[in-house]
């Protein structure tokens, strides 16, 4: 096996310019004659905007320009679009408001984009945005989830009455509610799930240009779809034809998401450049992140699982309510229902399955997919119905578990997926042994000796990712295909260019796509470079989420490597005379099969292209080829969290002291990029499940939250060593076997974490982030119930 090819823990290539202070993200380029972006925002959740005075700011040093709504409108831009329609129970499509770039003559949150000012400085652009007289007429907000459809609720648009955008549903609900009925216990939770700000490290940023002697425009921009990018702002807003827009996705530093979207900022940089006749360039400020990037998850849920006497699962049925916030950003209408709904039926053989999503606007930021998106909150759900019906009816976890899992495949759920390959009993196993299960009760008696309260909590999760599969999607309410497409290109000297409409921002592709080609041709990494980010390079790509740059990505170089080979087999056949039968290829080399004959890898490239033409034969000169892949199916990565943590019933804190991640991710590309992927998702299930949460103040809707002084990230002291483990079962629908790896951890760890903590508490239930104070609360509200 090649030291840098599949299967290795190669160093990443791209690091090197990452920690020597070398990357090149969008905030680092700048562009002759640059002028600067400041977006006045909305300091009010819901008013009417009933005049807006611009004189002052207009004389202020410095400004080129100001730009409002109605000079978006005036030149006949589309609003921001919603990639995917949802119907409703009655067959209606979901009811969308428009999504305007710049507010026309209403703001629906704090953060709302009222006006764009443009100056030869940043500061020069901010200060003259305090000079804009708006004349707000302040109106009621809707901010509450819970509340928002209630009669009398301010309303959010005109076209979605009663706050709802859709009421869908999924499953089959007479067959749930029999089963309900027969059950010999029913378990029923009301849970919600916290509101997360995404913070990726590095802030949306946006540079616009326009050339006026070509017609073209180049946006450099924060993005993991460059390509989407190029085609919604080309063929929905009409910002410019997609040819003559050329989008630039440069060193991303993290999006986990929240980058899919198309934002208004980076749309009015590259329509308003072209206004100014020169560049503009825009970076968001750490509290516009808090304010305007998309949140993520937000639902409020009641959920009953029927169960017969031996805890075997009949029926479950789901009631939530999702938070979408004042408008539908690029992928939102998808993540409560088809991420969320489809995933219901967990590792487990449940007969009967109804969930009935209504999809709300509120006076808040837009609520997309943010790590895990959908799954988390199918997986928080289930995992933590199941653990309660464990504890209900005196079962070990475990075995409630084993007892339901799904073990024959494929296995055709109640809600859609069908899920291909799998083995949760073995990733179960595995994850015991390390957590030393057997031990628990022992180390629960040492923490009671020292006063401190001990307990353990699972997840046996299972996600669908590697989104794609188009017809699928399709049928769904995608409005594209989500295949993805790569070329790969040898030059004559024999290193490879490999050009994939894939985007990395922290997953490490340009190493484990450059193990891939490797580890088939037998080139050295160092002699392999990945293209991607540039829709000027690279042809039209579906981009990165989901966790599908492995699995789908990776598969269509696979597809381009096929192509290749078959082609330098031919050409190799030609020039040695032989049969294209009897050629092979290993390790780089080519030969003839029954001789000694033979050529190097370098020596096949260089022919290829400096062949005087191939007599006789049909061959063309080159060696250059691509493919686009489109999978059948989903992947289905799985696996077991389990969390330890102590808990101080003095102060309420919680301590994980043992966090067990054992994952299936089908075939393993590069361990230490995929652990690392691990590391990074638990982490930020450890911040949902006990420390983060977006909070607006329920009645002004101002976001109480909006810096890290309030807003807690995880911290590396907040975080455990994490023991990981791997078990395998391939693929069936890729031809490498993958499943993707990215958001594992976001998905499985939280429910693992809020069942360990319940175990200590002896509660029945806790909000996530179950803060210090939360913790506390609920111990004393146990005690006193214990007393009475
Ligand atoms: N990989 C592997 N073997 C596997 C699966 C994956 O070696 N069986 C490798 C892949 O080749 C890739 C990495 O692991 O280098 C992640 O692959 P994959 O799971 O396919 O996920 P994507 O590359 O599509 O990345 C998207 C995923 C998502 S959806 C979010 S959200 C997220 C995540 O990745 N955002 C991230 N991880 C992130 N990591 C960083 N640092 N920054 C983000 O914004």
Not at 239 to 264: M, N, Q, T
Not at 283 to 295: V, Y
Not at 623 to 646: M, Q, R, W
Not at 715 to 740: H, Q
Request: hydrophobic share 40%.
């Amino acid at each position: 096996m090649s030291e840098s090819g599949i299967g290795q823990s190669v160093k990443r290539k791209e690091d090197f310019r990452f920690i020597t202070g070398a990357g090149r993200y969008t905030d680092d380029i700048n562009q002759p004659r640059q002028t600067y972006a400041y977006f006045l925002r909305s300091p009010h959740a819901h008013a009417r905007i009933n005049d807006m005075n611009l004189d002052e700011a207009r004389a202020a040093p410095g400004v080129l320009n100001i730009f409002t709504g109605e000079d978006v409108a005036k030149d006949g831009l589309g609003g921001l679009i919603c990639g995917w329609t949802v119907h409703s129970k009655d067959g209606s499509p979901m009811k969308a408001g428009l999504h305007p770039i710049l507010a026309l003559d209403r703001v629906r949150y704090v953060g709302d984009h009222v006006a764009m000012v443009v100056a030869e400085t940043y500061a020069q652009a901010k200060n003259a945005s305090e000079l804009i007289d708006v004349d707000y007429e302040e109106l009621p907000a809707s901010v509450v989830t819970a509340t928002t459809t209630d009669k009398g609720s301010a309303q959010v648009h005109d076209e979605a009455p009663g706050n709802l955008c859709y009421d869908w549903e999924l499953g089959n609900p007479a067959e749930t509610e029999t089963a309900l009925k027969e059950a010999a216990h029913i378990v029923t939770l009301d849970l919600s799930n916290n509101r997360l700000i995404p913070n990726a490290m590095e802030p949306r940023a946006a540079i616009g240009d326009y050339d006026k002697g070509t017609g073209n425009y180049t946006l450099h921009t924060t993005s993991q779809n460059p390509h989407v990018a190029r085609l919604v702002l080309s063929a929905f807003v009409g910002v410019a034809p997609e040819h003559k827009l050329r989008v630039i996705a440069p060193d991303v530093g993290g999006g986990f998401g929240s980058k899919i979207f198309i934002y208004a900022e980076e749309t009015a940089c590259v329509w308003a450049a072209a206004k100014i006749g020169r560049p503009i360039k825009w970076t968001a400020e750490r509290i516009e992140s808090f304010l305007s990037d998309a949140h993520g998850r937000d639902h409020v849920s009641t959920a009953r699982l029927g169960l017969d006497p031996d805890g075997k699962f009949l029926g479950l049925h789901v009631k939530t309510k999702a938070n979408l916030g004042a408008y539908l950003s690029t992928f939102s209408a998808s993540v409560p229902t088809y991420l969320y709904g489809t995933l219901l039926s967990g590792q487990y053989d449940l007969p009967a399955i109804h969930v009935e999503v209504d999809g709300v606007y509120t006076h808040t930021a837009p609520v997309d997919a943010y790590r895990g998106a959908g799954r988390p909150e199918a997986t928080y759900l289930i995992e933590r119905l199941v653990e309660t019906a464990a504890r209900e009816m005196n079962i070990d976890p475990v075995d409630i578990r084993r007892k339901n899992f799904i073990r024959a495949f494929p296995h055709q759920t109640p809600v859609i997926m069908n899920y291909d390959g799998g083995d949760y009993e073995a990733s179960l196993d595995k994850a015991l042994e390390l957590i030393d299960y057997e031990g628990f009760s022992a180390r629960r008696t040492a923490s009671e000796a020292s006063g401190k309260l001990r307990g353990i909590g699972f997840s046996t999760y299972i996600e669908a990712c590697g989104l794609a599969p188009s017809q699928a999607v399709g049928s769904l309410g995608a409005g594209v295909g989500l295949w993805e497409s790569a070329e790969v290109r040898v030059n004559p000297t024999g290193n490879i260019e490999v050009l994939t409409g894939s985007h990395s921002h922290g997953q490490g592709h340009e190493t484990t796509f450059a193990q891939l080609v490797s580890d088939r041709l037998g080139v050295p990494i160092d002699d392999i470079e990945i293209v991607h980010g540039d829709t000027d390079k690279v042809q039209f790509g579906m981009g990165t989420y989901g966790s599908r740059s492995g699995a789908v990505g990776m598969s269509a170089i696979v597809h381009a490597l096929d192509k290749i080979e078959a082609k330098a087999k031919k050409v190799v056949a030609h020039l040695m005379e032989a049969a294209v039968e009897d050629i092979r290829f290993e390790d780089g080399i080519f030969s003839v099969a029954g001789t000694d004959k033979t050529m190097a890898w370098a020596e096949l490239a260089l022919a290829a292209y400096t062949a005087h033409g191939f007599p006789g034969s049909e061959l063309e000169p080159g060696l250059k080829e691509s493919a686009f892949y489109d999978p059948t199916n989903f992947t289905f990565p799985a696996g077991c969290h389990i969390c330890e943590v102590e808990i101080d019933p003095e102060t309420g804190v919680t301590r994980i002291v043992n966090f067990v991640a054992v994952d299936d991710f089908g075939t393993i590309i590069n361990p230490m990029i995929v652990e690392g992927q691990v590391h990074g998702g638990i982490a930020q299930g450890i911040g949902q499940a006990l420390l983060e949460n977006g909070v607006y103040e329920p009645d002004s809707g101002q976001l109480l939250t909006g810096s890290y002084m309030d807003y807690t990230m995880p911290r590396a002291d907040d975080l455990p060593n994490f023991s990981l483990g791997f078990t395998k079962t391939e693929s069936p629908s890729n031809p490498l076997g993958m499943k993707g790896c990215g958001e594992a951890g976001a998905i499985a760890s939280p429910p693992a974490i809020i069942n360990a903590v319940t175990d200590a508490l002896g509660v029945r239930t806790i909000d996530m982030p179950a803060t210090p104070a939360r913790v506390w609360a609920a111990l004393q509200s146990a005690k006193q119930s214990n007393a009475a």
